[in-house]
């Protein structure tokens, strides 16, 4: 453990739904291993609630996370991005300095963090939604060459993630679709970036088996439960797979680096993350 001697502070994530976040657990036993006393609650709020809640969070916090689906439309209630905010064009961690509300986003590095070894350079990739962590996740891929087709509920939605992508990156091999009528194709990686798969949504997957055949990767964001149904039929067919879990906590400890104005040594994230994923199967079960 690292003593600190800082005043206690409050911290939040806010985002709709949040009954299956990690979170609150993960910045709490941050905050223990630093010696810190700060709080860090979740904040499950309405869209049309979300205008007063961004108020209560700049007036009541010392920062705050934001996830589904509030990642782009916290932006306007805020003073200022960081460059990777504004590179990325969405938000999920903002801080106040001295009065003023500072957006960030640590996704891409987190996303990154959780490849481990997987080399994903010019690869062909199958994103699963369109939202704030898609586009986040789109951007990283497309500046590593990948190919990338977009497939979400709502074909505005992909619209808008492929046209940005083109604005963005001119050379990118982008495309839309539908999750209902996803194109056949060899896909060497598939990326979840949908609910579909926790809560509610547990028994729900967004690709089915058939379109899984050679694909090396399967990549869902969502954490909680651990194995979803998506990546049990990826496992089924032979293919890698990776839950949110590490994206979550690497993320969380750039959220941190950035709340605190410092840099974790390589020890003190070895051994955070080493205390986060003791703590992991507890959490799942709970």
């Not at 709709?16 to 904040?43: E, N």
Request: hydrophobic content about 40%.
């Amino acid at each position: 453990m690292v003593a600190e001697n800082l005043s206690q502070q409050v911290y939040a994530v806010v985002g709709d739904p949040l009954g299956h976040t990690f979170s609150p657990r993960l910045h709490r036993a941050v905050f223990d291993y630093l010696g810190l006393s700060h709080i860090y609650i979740a904040w499950e709020v309405k869209k049309a609630e979300f205008k007063a809640a961004a108020a209560q969070l700049a007036r009541n916090t010392a920062g705050f996370n934001v996830t589904a689906p509030y990642k782009e439309e916290i932006i306007e209630y805020l003073d200022d991005l960081d460059l990777s905010a504004e590179i990325y064009e969405a938000v999920n961690t903002v801080k106040k300095e001295k009065g003023r509300l500072i957006g960030y986003n640590t996704d891409g590095s987190g996303f990154l963090q959780g490849l481990g070894a997987y080399e994903i350079e010019g690869k062909n990739v199958l994103i699963l939604g369109a939202g704030g962590a898609a586009q986040t996740i789109a951007y990283e891929l497309a500046h590593r060459g990948c190919r990338l087709t977009i497939a979400n509920r709502s074909d505005e939605r992909a619209s808008r993630l492929v046209f940005r992508l083109k604005r963005k990156f001119p050379a990118v091999q982008a495309r839309k679709a539908r999750l209902n009528k996803i194109p056949t194709d060899n896909y060497h990686c598939v990326i979840n970036a949908t609910p579909l798969g926790m809560g509610k949504l547990s028994g729900e997957t967004p690709l089915h088996s058939q379109h899984l055949s050679g694909v090396e990767l399967v990549y869902d964001l969502i954490y909680n439960p651990g194995e979803t149904k998506l990546l049990k039929l990826a496992e089924a067919v032979g293919c890698r797979t990776i839950n949110g879990f590490q994206m979550l906590a690497w993320q969380g400890l750039k959220a941190q680096e950035i709340w605190l104005n410092r840099t974790f040594s390589q020890q003190e994230a070895a051994d955070i993350l080493e205390i986060i994923e003791r703590k992991k199967e507890a959490w799942q079960k709970s």
